[in-house]
């Protein structure tokens, strides 16, 4: 995959949730015609369908990391900064619910979608282990597998967030958003 110029990967972004949550996900073709591209603009840059799809959730777990690092103070204790990551996430996603079921849809795939989890796990999930085995270190967190726990948090609030968003409830919603953040820091807490 070559790297799309801004504006295009902008206007790519700006569809992308029409994009990763039709089933399937529609056609270069018919992506071309969404963002005002020609064909042979986009087979240039994307080699297929699934080249496109590990481009647009590398770009948003890129910038759900970014919303992540925006919230978070260093100075804080484990559990402030556990809740400003999770607050920081669901926020993200419920404006991006097709981000939450495009990595659903990517487990387990191979090739591109590989590497769209591997960055994933670069900057959302790497992140959060090493929150929670500083907070197990502290004391604050009880947490057997950090990794088990980091995937336990994640897959909650995609399916958290896709729910709200598949039952047409407003996954942006404040109030769901800080109640989603405690249950799930309820469940690493040291008691």
Known sequence: MKTPPPDLALRLLKVSEHILRTDPPPRLEDVAQLVDASRATLYYYFSGREDLLAFLLTA???HGAQAVRAAMKAGDPPEQRLRAMVGALAEYLGHHPG???GLLSALGASGRMSEALAANDTWIAGPLRDLLAEGRTSGA???DDTA???????GGILLAVLGRSTAETDPTDPAFRDQL???MIRGVLAR
Not at 148 to 154: F, K, T, V
């Open 99 to 101: 981000t939450c079921a």
């Open 148 to 154: 088990d726990a980091a995937n336990a948090l994640l």
């Open 141 to 143: 967190f009880t947490v």
């Open 60 to 62: 948003h777990a890129k």
């Open 181 to 183: 953040a405690e249950q």
